[in-house]
Nanobody, 126 residues
Framework: QVQVVESGGGLVQAGGSLRLSCAAS????????MGWFRQGPGKEREFVAA????????SYRDSVRGRFTISRDNTKNTVYLQMNSLRPEDTAVYYC???????????????????WGQGTQVTVPS
């Protein structure tokens, strides 16, 4: 069993930055694919970014590519989401998710992830 806990959310002005962290316990994350999803007010949960267990492959939704960066530190069992140039439309609860292996073609599919955190709120006022 894997537990993941997100942190780092908050209120930030448009154009600002935040770094989200996802800390895992229960098992080492070193062989897990990790993803970030978000759910904005009145919206469905959507894929944000994912990283394979080696860190050699990443994937981003188009609207965050170039602004967000996903990374991982397997020695700390932690995954990060650096968010720059934040926009009001980035306002959402951000969730971290994990699974031991996900084909690259399925990285954006939430149903493939087994373990989920409780989420951390990111608010960017308009």
């Amino acid at each position: 069993q894997v537990q993941v806990v997100e942190s780092g959310g908050g209120l930030v002005q448009a154009g600002g930055s935040l770094r989200l962290s996802c800390a895992a316990s229960g098992r080492t994350l070193s062989s897990y694919t990790m993803g970030w999803f978000r759910q904005g007010p009145g919206k469905e949960r959507e894929f944000v970014a994912a990283i394979t267990w080696t860190g050699g492959s990443t994937s981003y939704r188009d609207s965050v590519r170039g602004r967000f960066t996903i990374s991982r530190d397997n020695t700390k069992n932690t995954v990060y989401l650096q968010m720059n140039s934040l926009r009001p439309e980035d306002t959402a609860v951000y969730y971290c998710a994990a699974r031991d292996y996900i084909p690259r073609a399925r990285l954006r599919d939430a149903s493939w992830y087994d373990y989920w955190g409780q989420g951390t709120q990111v608010t960017v006022p308009s």
